[in-house]
């Protein structure tokens, strides 16, 4: 019989039995995966386990203070913070390619990682969120069945580099039983049932160029359609919901002052796989509302738009 307890407890008493009194070492990166695995792994190993969270400067607005919270406070996971934006956005600077971007945010990743990783002495083991439609995504990659049109970011190849051993205890897990036992847990819901966000974080929905101001505007952009999704009880009607920056300038006016300011894009999409997607019918008097919020309260950002777009031929992300 399946019941999260019941998975929980297997899976706590296979890896005890396969590391023993190791060291493990995880990549926290606030999303649900790999939250999951910090919180299943302190239960079964507790203070053998140590997290290396990477800030890297494109998260959503407070989020590093929330991971932190979460897991060192509230949890009393063992976790490092590396605060990295600088060096994030120093490699990104002058760079406007998607997938250079891609390739640089998940390089730099790496060795940050490994910078901080290395500090920690006696590791030998490296555990992983991987969940099984990843298995059988890079399995079908492997043999050229899947057709890969953004190289997705993760840490593949730094287990051999660093010579450490895998423990992937979400392996045989569906992203549904992965939340359900997240929430067993202790996990709170609204982090258990976020939307998806993407390994490079803002540095795929600012287009072109990376820049810490330009980030500064989207993370609260971003924060408002959120807040007022929720508000609307929206938010989890639709599959992913963001804001994305668009580096171009348009003219408003505010009383009697003219702005000349820049713009975004509202996306809202509704998907079961996230291979095809439909763009979510937001009432209209919602994204009034959401205009409105973000274009008074956000100095620097003077126009709204929405996407109509739908998968394909669009792609959810705008990069
Ligand atoms: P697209 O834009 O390809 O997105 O329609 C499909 C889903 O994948 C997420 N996505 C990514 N996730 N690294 C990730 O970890 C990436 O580079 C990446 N690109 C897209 C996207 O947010 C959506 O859920």
Known sequence: LWTASRIIDDAIAQVR???????????LSGGVDSSVVAALLHKAIGDQLTCVFVDNGLLRLHEGEQVMEMFAKNMGVKVIRADAEAQFLDALEGVSDPEAKRKIIGKVFIDVFDEHATKIKDVSWLAQGTIYPDVIESAAAKTGKAHV????????????RMNMKLVEPLRELFKDEVRRIGVELGLPHDMVYRHPFPGPGLGVRILGEVKKTYADLLRQADAIFIEELHAADWYHKVAQ??????????????????RYEYVVALRAVETIDFMTARWAHLPYELIERISNRIINEIKGISRVT???SSKPPATIEWE
């Open 306 to 308: 929405y996407d109509v």
């Open 17 to 27: 039995e396969l590391v023993g009194t190791d060291k493990v070492l995880l990549g």
């Open 149 to 160: 049109i953004k190289s997705h970011h993760n840490v593949g190849g730094l287990p051999e």
């Open 241 to 258: 919901a963001f804001v994305v920056f668009l580096p171009v300038k348009s003219v408003g006016v505010v009383g009697d002052a003219r």
